[in-house]
């Protein structure tokens, strides 16, 4: 079985990561920090806003049973792509809409579907589409953390409804 990854950043990662662990063909996820400027960041670094890195999500799928554009439209229904820098109450760069692309297929992908679901939002979809950078994968107690601990603040699912 041949793999891809893809990488979201949509707010706090314990929510993001429950959602997509939700659906069929994602094989595994993973929390952690990209786009940042500091080697091996700390979850402390990070919510400092002085690393540039922002929380995400990295999923590792099956192209055979889920596909890129599919992994897009559950990005666009557990979160709000129009907010900037800020999720509900998370507010902070670290925070931002931004889609990781891990080649230039999924940046194309992602452009045009973003395009294609603006009309369905009343403000502008700012959702960043960039190229991969290095992924620090973050704290254990991080990993499934809503799976782990259940889901205590349930912000992304009451906010967005999903």
Aim: proline residues 4%.
């Amino acid at each position: 079985m041949t793999t891809e990854k893809a990488t979201f950043g949509a707010g706090c990662f314990w929510q993001v990561e429950e959602n997509f662990r939700q659906i069929d063909g994602v094989i595994d996820t993973k929390v952690g920090y990209e786009g940042g400027h500091v080697d091996n960041p700390t979850y402390e670094q990070v919510c400092s806003g002085t690393t540039g890195h922002v929380e995400v999500c990295q999923v590792e799928f099956d192209p055979e049973r889920v596909s890129f554009e599919e992994l897009i439209a559950k990005y666009f229904a557990i979160h709000d792509p129009t907010q900037l820098n800020r999720q509900g109450p998370d507010v902070g760069f670290q925070y931002r809409s931004v889609l990781f692309t891990h080649s230039d297929e999924q940046a194309r992908v992602a452009d045009r579907v973003i395009a294609e679901a603006q009309p369905r939002f009343k403000s502008p979809i700012v959702t960043a589409v960039e190229p991969a950078s290095t992924f620090w994968i973050a704290e254990e107690y991080h990993q499934c953390y809503v799976a782990k601990q259940g889901d205590r603040r349930g912000l992304i699912s009451s906010l967005f409804g999903s």
